[in-house]
């Protein structure tokens, strides 16, 4: 059973979304969710090649969902709250889920992103029972 969602849990999300507030994450991710569709990890090298401001952008949107689902997987913060209005980490997750596994080889690092694994996993879990239509006209929108 999941803990009943406290005051502190929605403070958390409320300063998380202040955080995503910020010029150059506002920046990033607008360039993330409107052209980061890469398949492959050689796709988002080409996209998003290492030195450039597009690399640093797909950088800080991981990174930092990742970080927000590292809150999730250590029990700081409510899942299922964070569920009810976080949609963008889960958009985020579909985006490199393909090409994780072989960014993980290339960088020689087994856990990179596993926060954000972990959580959009579950997150895609809790949308699909919620609705199956309705995570699949997403994952259309999304991919």
């Not at 403070?11 to 990033?28: G, Q, T």
């Not at 994780?100 to 926060?115: A, E, F, G, N």
């Amino acid at each position: 059973m999941t803990p009943k969602a406290t005051y502190d849990d929605a403070n958390l999300i409320l300063r998380l979304y202040e955080m995503r507030r910020e010029e150059r994450m506002r920046k990033a991710r607008a360039w993330f969710t409107a052209n980061c569709k890469a398949k492959s990890y050689e796709e988002l090298l080409k996209l998003a090649p290492a030195g450039t401001d597009e690399n640093a952008s797909v950088r800080m949107v991981t990174s930092y969902w990742d970080l927000v689902s590292s809150f999730m997987t250590s029990g700081v913060l409510n899942k299922e709250l964070f569920f009810q209005s976080g949609r963008e980490l889960l958009l985020v997750w579909e985006r490199v889920r393909d090409y994780l596994p072989s960014m993980r080889v290339v960088y020689k690092d087994p856990t990179y992103l596993k926060h954000l694994e972990i959580i959009g996993n579950e997150f895609a879990a809790y949308f699909r029972k919620q609705d199956p239509a309705a995570y699949e006209a997403f994952l259309k929108r999304v991919k």
